[in-house]
């Protein structure tokens, strides 16, 4: 009798949790919409709870299979409903011309700012007045003329980062394509951001790396928050777990409390960001939680993205030589003789340079893909449907990015590495097409752009300019997507050999 009544109560608790994971299942096809597959608990996207490829690949299949005869189709996030767009008339929409009628990223359903104080005041996770207030804060810090200053130590700073590559080329092996972009953009970054050294380049660097790696591919939390988002899309922000490492949280918290103390009680005229964050502290009489969110933005936003733009750029630079060579000529009219790199205005002008990284963001975009939330009532007019469809406020939609980037209607040969593509205007048609979305667009693009192009093109100039670049026999073939790793990142690893160029510079400066 007593195994009776368990075997009831465990069919009847199943049977719950079933009825608890379909539930939503007929969302979008009650809503006259159609709706592909779904599985219980794996939702239309089943490799991001069962990564047996990038879940990136599930979204651009059901983008290829229904963007000929559909606008949108619904879709599910684990259980939660999503409107997949498909047109990208309607992305550019959603992201430019009716942006005010979806304001809120996704990301602000999965973080409670209360209790990871670090992105307290980052523009990506907030919402509405307050995404308003701090991005009006912080986007004043990124002038051009900023910029420009920072440039002046990059320019050093990419010495360094040759001087290292040159010590390592005595051990005879392959160099890591991500650790060298991680090691650029943490010393430039800690550098120009807060006025201390990262010591990337020594046998003793700060160990950034390391929690770099716990945050970005390590994390239990962010994948917790990413399934109780999408089990229960309404969870309140009381019930959302800490997304940051308490180790990530003390160290970078202690780095920057001490950079700003050392900063205050030695007061420098640099020209730097850590100053002018200081200003802004006394000018909006921010706290010192405030001050030091603001300081991680750099970091949030810069680090991983940065430094996976550099790696993919030059594996694509090191698959296709003759690109590679044009970009070197370019590069090498540009700088005066024996400089490592040109001036600002001449490095952020240089079209190829330029397409390169563009070509390579399309290829491996950081981001591959988005998700809105209606705030304002809004009608969509797809071109494959009869009437219109009215999206409600608490509606999601999702921007399947790296799919547009990858469709050869727009991208012949999708597959291939062609920076000619975004010469002659091209960048700018592509956007406005709303098939480029290398660092989003709209009023909530990128924050830091105009920062991390800079930086990006100083660390691929600097090398192009001093050695050839080849692909190592390590690194695997194709375009294949870590299904591991949230951000796209080459499966296997960016494994690379460095060849010093015979009519190359031929020192660097360290100083």
């Not at 930086?455 to 691929?460: E, G, I, P």
């Amino acid at each position: 009798m007593y195994l009776e009544s368990l075997l009831l109560t465990l069919i009847a608790l199943l049977s719950l949790l079933y009825v608890f994971l379909v539930w939503n299942i007929g969302h979008w096809r009650r809503r006259g919409i159609c709706e592909p597959r779904a599985l219980p608990l794996l939702g239309s996207f089943p490799n991001m709870v069962w990564p047996r490829r990038h879940f990136l690949n599930d979204m651009r299949d059901l983008y290829m299979q229904y963007r000929l005869t559909e606008s949108y189709v619904g879709t599910y996030l684990v259980r939660a409903p999503k409107l997949l767009l498909l047109e990208p008339k309607l992305v550019n929409e959603v992201l430019v011309s009716a942006f005010r009628h979806f304001e809120h990223n996704d990301a602000s359903r999965m973080i409670d700012t209360d209790k990871d104080r670090l992105v307290s005041c980052n523009p990506f996770v907030l919402d509405g007045d307050e995404w308003r207030l701090q991005r009006g804060i912080f986007s004043p810090l990124l002038t051009s003329g900023r910029i420009r200053n920072a440039y002046i130590n990059m320019r050093r700073i990419c010495g360094k980062l040759c001087a290292y590559i040159d010590q390592l080329s005595a051990s005879g092996q392959p160099y890591n394509g991500m650790d060298l972009g991680l090691r650029f953009t943490s010393e430039n970054l800690f550098d120009c951001v807060l006025g201390i050294e990262a010591r990337s380049f020594t046998d003793a660097p700060l160990p950034v790396a390391e929690h770099n790696k716990a945050m970005s591919e390590d994390n239990y939390r962010l994948a917790l928050a990413g399934a109780l988002n999408g089990l229960f899309p309404q969870l309140p922000r009381c019930l959302r777990p800490k997304i940051i490492p308490p180790t990530y949280d003390r160290f970078f918290g202690d780095l920057l409390h001490e950079a700003f103390h050392l900063r205050r009680c030695k007061r420098q005229e640099r020209n730097d960001f850590i100053n002018h964050l200081l200003d802004m502290q006394r000018e909006h009489q921010l706290s010192e939680a405030q001050l030091t969110s603001h300081a991680m933005t750099f970091m949030f936003d810069g680090l991983d993205t940065t430094s996976s733009t550099i790696a993919h750029c030059l594996l694509l630079l090191g698959r296709y030589p003759e690109c590679q060579q044009r970009l070197w000529l370019e590069l090498d009219k540009a700088c005066a003789a024996n400089e490592l790199l040109p001036d600002f205005e001449l490095l952020s002008e240089l079209p190829y340079l330029s397409a390169c990284l563009n070509e390579s963001l399309r290829i491996y975009p950081a981001g591959g893909w988005a998700s809105k939330t209606c705030t304002e009532p809004y009608t969509f007019h797809g071109s494959h449907h009869s009437g219109p469809l009215q999206m409600y406020p608490g509606d999601n939609v999702m921007i399947p990015i790296y799919g547009l980037h990858h469709d050869p209607n727009f991208y012949p040969e999708p597959q291939e590495f062609r920076p000619e593509r975004f010469l002659n205007g091209g960048l700018k048609r592509f956007q406005q097409l709303g098939v480029f979305l290398g660092f989003g667009n709209g009023p909530r693009q990128c924050v830091g752009i105009r920062l991390g192009l800079t930086q990006t093109k100083a660390a691929l100039a600097a090398i192009i300019r001093r050695y050839e670049v080849f692909v190592n026999g390590r690194t695997l073939d194709g375009i294949e997507l870590d299904p591991f790793i949230f951000v796209g990142a080459h499966k296997g690893g960016i494994w690379l050999d460095l060849k010093p160029r015979p009519n190359g510079p031929k020192t660097v400066s360290v100083l």
